[in-house]
């Protein structure tokens, strides 16, 4: 046996002992010990607990390999120059060609690679790498060249080939050495040891359950307000401006903060007592004597439940008062449990009822005042408002994407009593706003695309809870709507409500949890050549969680990750660029990003100026829905400076200049959604002159041929196509994708063509005979 078979050996029994030595773990108690730069130092004599499950035991799951990238090696020459060569001889290439093969068919190293890390995925890459490496170079060290002609000349084993085998392959995937230490930074097993500010008080944690409606988040603000200093924690921009105007209209100064906005009452910027904020935005390190988490049930939201589980683990107040569904109790108490911390809880019962009715709308004409006509599209949201103002009847329109003033400046509008608007037409959103007053929920579809648990979007019906949700808002206690009404649009969809609102909803079993900045710079220090999304991949598939918990998707983040990895930017700024809450699907937005990105990565600030010449300010109003789609798109790059402006002041300056046209911009906005079916009206007439030309071309070689037909129907199937006698498909994707066109406006459109073609038909044939009619009677006059 050979000296270098030997080490081999002897380092094989080392690895089998080392891991046969028993570990120290707990599998139902945790304390503070392990990555204590992730965990934070944990108050003395305070334990955490967590709950015994499968992920919790002493053998990690296996790492995915398929997120390995092998680093390129440089083809520099060899430290040792040309001595192995002159202690031997040169190598035959051929034969090397031979020898390396046979070594990568050894089962006994494919066994003792996959030891050591390298999975046959792996070691097939490496191998690939280091036959490559040894048959290109000219020179090799001195030492592999001595044991390869050792091999070659019969005087050595091939399995002395493995120790520099695996020497090259941990070159090429540095993970390997590193594996116990990424391990340690991606275990998220023990969240409530990263916020040692609240472990070192006792917090006292209030549960206000009940359905919408029920005065839970009532309850929970008063004793916001009657504190010395609270926190308000909402899901949405829309629900920490009522707080925040609620509490300064009740005499409590109250400070606002966004993603986008900061707003202090204070004329010279001294923070408030209390604070109304997103939740992403909350501080885990300044204290509260009260704070109110609302909606506590999207702590298992598959992208933003890390939000919730990072404010009810962390959030630094004596008393956490938490709002939600009754279906979340058990959770809480459970998470709590782990943390030492008795939970209070408090039932509500809905302050005014809401029934479901038997029969469903089925047609416009049967809309009365008080009506909200929810719809899970924005093109239906344009088409039913179109059809509405046909018949001679107001309406007022929210969806996500308009602005919180315009939004609010809709609810205003159908809340009044002297307003002649009294028919709403919303997304989901309204599920979230408590302050429209709604006689009769009209669920326009139960079908709504959704982002399951892989990051696949599909469409699915609505659950138990959004249905409630949204079904909740129907009837309000404070309104002239003492009791709700809930039905559907189609007849079809009524016994589907039904047995959504039969079922209960389904307890939550599971809290979220996202990657922090400090660990991807963790993750990165030891795979400096790794892209962040590749990192944040490897993370996701080294992380172990307890039963309690789950890791949030993350595609959007690695949706931007991608997009800006090729411009030069340090890693902490590249994440914070990352996390910014952008929408993916409007292409202009995309490219602000993009600019943003690389202005900033040259060190260049993002003047005032420089972002009025590439949004083009001043902007006209609207003149039909696609610019109306492209001004909310403006509004949302906007939004998206003031976000990274709070994040890096220095290179978004102008703040106060952007803000003050953004609020030109919301009044145009505005504008454009009150005269929401002059807009369609005009796009129709836009596509109308495409259509009609697009038919002429047609009726030239087609004409008598029969009346056209169209592409899809108003419940979003495709129809079929009359040959040689139709529209090209593209044109009408295009006029649809580009909100020129919607599916029920284009069925309506062909409708009115047919009626028009017929009219035109009967008054050619009238015509025609009148014609003919008129020929007789001169060929009579003629004759006699």
């Avoid at 081999?8 to 029994?13: E, G, H, P």
């Avoid at 969809?493 to 710079?521: F, N, R």
């Avoid at 040689?724 to 309506?748: E, F, H, K």
Wanted: aromatic share 8%; proline share 5%; with cysteine.
């Amino acid at each position: 046996m050979s000296v270098n078979r030997c080490v081999c050996f002897i380092s094989r029994l080392q690895r089998h002992f080392n891991s046969r030595t028993p570990r120290i773990t707990t599998s139902s108690c945790h304390a503070s010990s392990g990555s204590s730069l992730l965990q934070g130092q944990h108050r003395p004599g305070t334990v955490v607990w967590s709950r015994d499950v499968s992920s919790n035991s002493s053998s990690p799951k296996p790492p995915d390999t398929s997120l390995f990238v092998p680093v390129s090696l440089k083809a520099d020459a060899s430290a040792d120059g040309g001595v192995g060569i002159e202690l031997t001889q040169p190598l035959d290439k051929n034969e090397l060609l031979k020898v390396l093969n046979r070594f990568y068919k050894r089962k006994e190293m494919q066994k003792l690679a996959a030891d050591s890390g390298l999975d046959a995925r792996l070691f097939h890459q490496a191998f690939i790498s280091f036959r490559k490496y040894i048959l290109e170079m000219t020179s090799l060290p001195a030492d592999l060249h001595i044991i390869l002609n050792d091999i070659c000349c019969g005087a050595g084993h091939i399995d002395d080939i493995y120790p520099y085998f695996m020497r090259h392959a941990k070159h090429i995937f540095p993970m390997l050495d590193c594996m116990d230490d990424l391990r340690k930074i991606s275990d998220l097993r023990v969240p409530a040891n990263w916020y040692p500010e609240a472990r070192a008080i006792q917090r006292k944690v209030i549960f206000h359950a009940g359905p919408t409606n029920s005065g839970k988040t009532y309850h929970a603000i008063q004793r916001y307000l009657a504190a010395k200093s609270g926190v308000y924690c909402g899901p949405l921009k829309l629900l920490a401006h009522e707080i925040f105007e609620k509490s300064n209209d009740a005499g409590v100064p109250c400070d606002l903060v966004t993603g986008e906005e900061r707003t202090f009452v204070d004329p010279e910027g001294r923070a408030a007592g209390h604070v109304a904020c997103t939740i992403e935005m909350c501080s885990v390190t300044t204290p509260y004597e009260v704070a109110v988490i609302d909606e506590i049930q999207m702590i298992r939201d598959p992208s933003r439940g890390w939000a919730w589980t990072r404010a009810l683990l962390g959030l630094c107040a004596e008393e956490i008062h938490v709002c939600g569904e009754p279906a979340a109790i058990d959770f809480i108490k459970e998470l709590m449990f782990t943390t030492g911390e008795e939970v209070e809880v408090h039932n509500y019962q809905r302050l005014t009822p809401f029934s479901i009715l038997d029969h469903a709308v089925e047609s416009l004409d049967n809309l009365r005042p008080g009506d909200c006509i929810v719809c899970f599209s924005k093109n239906d949201i344009y088409s039913i408002s179109r059809q509405i103002e046909a018949r001679g009847q107001e309406c007022a329109v929210i969806y996500g994407s308009l602005p919180p003033g315009t939004k609010l400046s809709q609810a205003k509008k159908f809340n009044d009593p002297d307003d002649p608007c009294k028919i709403l037409v919303a997304t989901d959103a309204i599920g979230y706003c408590s302050s429209v007053s709604i006689k009769r929920i009209i669920f326009n579809s139960l079908v709504k695309p959704n982002v399951n648990e892989k990051g696949e979007k599909q469409m699915e019906t609505i659950s138990t809870s959004q249905a409630l949700q949204i079904a909740g808002r129907a009837g309000r206690f404070s309104s002239k709507f003492k009791e709700g009404e809930v039905t559907t649009m189609h007849r079809d969809d009524l016994p589907v409500l039904k047995e959504i609102l039969s079922h209960s909803v389904d307890p939550i079993e599971t809290a979220g949890l996202h990657p922090t900045a400090e660990q991807i710079e963790m993750f990165a220090y030891h795979l400096p050549d790794a892209t962040l999304s590749n990192l944040v991949d490897i993370f996701v598939s080294l992380s172990q969680v307890d039963g309690l918990y789950f890791v949030c998707n993350i595609d959007d983040f690695k949706f931007l990750a991608d997009m800006i990895q090729h411009i030069p930017l340090n890693l902490r700024s590249r994440y914070v660029f990352c996390t910014a809450p952008i929408n993916k699907k409007q292409p202009f937005v995309c490219t602000s990003f993009l600019k943003f990105a690389r202005q900033f990565s040259r060190d260049e600030p993002l003047t005032f100026d420089w972002v009025c010449r590439h949004i083009s300010w001043p902007l006209a109003p609207p003149k039909n829905i696609k610019d109306l789609v492209h001004l909310e798109a403006v509004h949302d790059v906007l939004d998206l400076y003031l976000w990274l402006s709070y994040r890096f002041m220095d290179m978004f300056p102008d703040t106060a200049s952007i803000r003050e046209i953004q609020r030109e911009l919301d009044d145009i906005i505005q504008q454009g959604v009150r005269n929401i079916t002059r807009l369609i009206r005009a796009s129709d007439t836009t596509v109308t002159d495409l259509l009609q030309a697009q038919s002429n071309r047609h009726g030239q070689t087609g004409r008598g041929t029969g009346s056209t037909h169209f592409l899809t129907g108003s419940r979003g199937q495709r129809g079929q196509r009359a040959s040689g006698q139709m529209m090209d498909s593209s044109l009408a994707s295009r006029l649809v994708r580009d909100g020129l066109l919607t599916p029920d406006l284009l069925q309506q459109l062909q409708r009115e063509w047919s009626k028009d073609q017929k009219q035109d038909n009967s008054s050619q044939r009238a015509l025609d005979l009148e014609h003919q009619s008129n020929n007789k009677g001169k060929r009579k006059k003629k004759k006699k």
